[in-house]
């Protein structure tokens, strides 16, 4: 299991960019595939970027070339760079292993408007 500490969320006009940061606390963080997710309301939660234990990335076809995940195992913290972002993509964004523990962290909410 991890415990997982989202932030960097806020109030974005559409365009801005945004990065998140995922703290996880646990000692397998570094093998294991991470995962942003986010649920926006009404809506069930999405995968929308993944990151393997070696760096390789897929991306939701949504986000895709605009927002990147990366992770820093030595401080068990993976990051999501979001830019051009779109009122669509108001939501809460969770992080999680890849497929998810059935823990959640609280998630940091991300508001894309003008």
């Known amino acids: 299991q991890l415990q997982l500490a989202e932030s960097g969320g806020g109030l974005v006009q559409p365009g801005g960019s945004l990065r998140l940061s995922c703290a996880a606390a646990?000692?397998?963080?570094?093998?294991?595939?991470m995962g942003w997710y986010r649920q926006a309301p009404g809506k069930q939660r999405e995968l929308v970027a993944r990151i393997s234990s070696r760096g390789d990335t897929n991306y939701a076809d949504s986000v895709k070339d605009r927002f990147t995940i990366s992770r820093d195992n030595a401080n068990n913290t993976v990051y999501l760079q979001m830019n051009s972002l779109k009122p669509e993509d108001t939501a809460v964004y969770y992080c999680?292993?890849?497929?998810?523990?059935?823990?959640w962290g609280k998630g940091t909410l991300v508001t894309v408007s003008s």
């Open positions: 646990g000692s397998i963080f570094s093998i294991i595939t």
């Open positions: 999680n292993r890849v497929p998810p523990f059935a823990y």
